[in-house]
């Protein structure tokens, strides 16, 4: 039975499917402008309501009478897969998935490996990284590149093996798994495959370094926990799918249309060449930009609550979209246009509130040496083909691009 919420439903089905890669969808901006609250029909059947407008959704982020956990039975999953919901019951929930007390121990546990000293210790090997990859970039023998595969993929695959310990021969398993479970046209067979396929690998890696533990988060993570009588093996499986998947997925779909944007827009590209002290707040524009994570936001209602004049009742599954409310004119002025000086960090590209993305500085870190190096290391860089030639993900859950031919 569909799940449904009382009144008026918007006619389309929401998320939209992006048909250009530097606009929100048409619907989105007429949304927003009618109702910073409205019901909307998501493509699997089910309604729910979305959250388009800045402030109505970084409120609903910080209200704790709005759950994020996966199981409940009205949690908003846009393609209403009844498989997708059933494995949400029955497995372990991750961080991103657990409320209030628990979720903040769960976080206070790990979040000492993302912290600023840390991260700043780490530069100078995300920089040899990325220069590694640009040498074997211009070493090349044909052209054009698949930046996606020369760059965009394996800089933050790599930077992220390292972190956690997973060893990088094995980033091509992840990563096609990966990718099977963010498209949205996969099979849900085949997305229950690689699911199970990945979770496998994962239990196996984690089996390991509890008996060969190495210098990593998961040896650190696993050492505490035991010391504490609080490790519980499915639990740090589920903590290893969030970590791995997150942590290489979203920042190189971010490194490819950053690039695009940059190179579609050579006069902002050229204040960054010009002065690279801009590049942090070129990073959060085009954050802001894309944003590329479509319904990481969602939420479900614990109580009745108010917003924006409309009452979403207990139990009810809201959205907050970031690409609408990154798009917010209210907010941004000019919020289409792409301004590497606009410096609005005040998006919600990584969420908002205490479920903010735990990788966030990691992610930004990586952005800013990938632009300065890439940038700085080949001036002459270009497209191969016309943009609208581009193989964007127009059907995956993270928006980005499939391939990126480049050539110099």
């Known amino acids: 039975m569909t799940d449904t919420v009382s009144g008026a439903v918007a006619d389309e089905t929401y998320p939209a499917v992006r048909t250009c890669p530097f606009a929100e969808p048409e619907q989105y901006g007429r949304q927003r402008e009618q109702a910073a609250v409205s019901r909307v029909r998501l493509r699997g059947g089910d309604e729910a309501w979305w959250v388009s407008r800045h402030e109505e959704g970084r409120a609903i982020l910080t209200d704790r009478r709005f759950s994020s956990d996966r199981r409940l039975p009205r949690f908003p999953l846009p393609d209403g897969d009844p498989a997708v919901r059933e494995r949400f019951r029955n497995q372990p929930p991750s961080m991103i998935g657990m409320d209030g007390a628990e979720h903040s121990a769960a976080r206070r546990a790990v979040i000492g490996e993302f912290t600023v000293k840390r991260l700043a210790a780490l530069r100078p090997r995300i920089e040899q990284i990325v220069d590694g990859f640009v040498d074997e970039m211009l070493a090349a023998d044909e052209h054009p590149v698949d930046l996606v595969a020369a760059l965009s993929l394996p800089v933050p695959s790599l930077v992220i093996c390292e972190m956690l310990g997973v060893p990088y021969d094995d980033h091509d398993f992840f990563q096609v798994r990966t990718s099977a479970l963010i498209r949205r046209t996969t099979p849900s067979a085949d997305k229950q495959r690689a699911l199970d396929e990945l979770r496998g690998y994962l239990a196996e890696l984690i089996?390991?370094?509890e008996s060969e533990p190495g210098d990593d988060l998961f040896s650190r993570q696993i050492a505490a926990q035991k010391a504490e009588g609080t490790f519980d093996h499915a639990a740090m499986v589920s903590l290893a799918f969030l970590l791995l998947a997150a942590g290489h997925e979203t920042?190189?779909?971010m490194i490819s249309l950053g690039v695009v944007g940059l190179l579609e827009r050579p006069d902002q590209l050229a204040l960054l060449t010009s002065d690279p002290s801009r590049i942090p707040l070129a990073v959060e524009e085009l954050l802001r930009y894309f944003s590329i994570v479509g319904t990481a936001t969602s939420r479900v209602a614990t109580e009745d609550v108010e917003i924006?004049?409309?009452?979403?009742?207990a139990g009810?599954?809201?959205i907050v979209s970031g690409l609408a409310v990154n798009r917010d004119p209210?907010?941004?002025?000019?919020?289409?246009a792409l301004d590497v000086e606009r410096g609005a960090r005040h998006h919600i590209a990584f969420?908002?509130?205490p479920h903010q993305c735990l990788g966030q500085n990691l992610a930004r870190q990586e952005l800013e040496v990938v632009f300065g190096t890439l940038f700085r290391r080949i001036p002459g860089l270009r497209l191969a083909v016309p943009v609208d030639e581009v193989d964007f993900k127009d059907d995956a859950a993270i928006y980005g691009a499939w391939r990126l031919p480049v050539t110099w």
Do not use: L, M, S
Not at 308 to 313: H, L, M, Q
């Open 207 to 209: 089996t390991r370094k």
């Open 251 to 253: 920042t190189a779909n």
């Open 308 to 313: 924006a004049g409309e009452t979403i009742r």
């Open 316 to 318: 009810e599954g809201v």
């Open 330 to 336: 209210r907010v941004f002025d000019e919020p289409d």
């Open 351 to 353: 969420g908002f509130g």
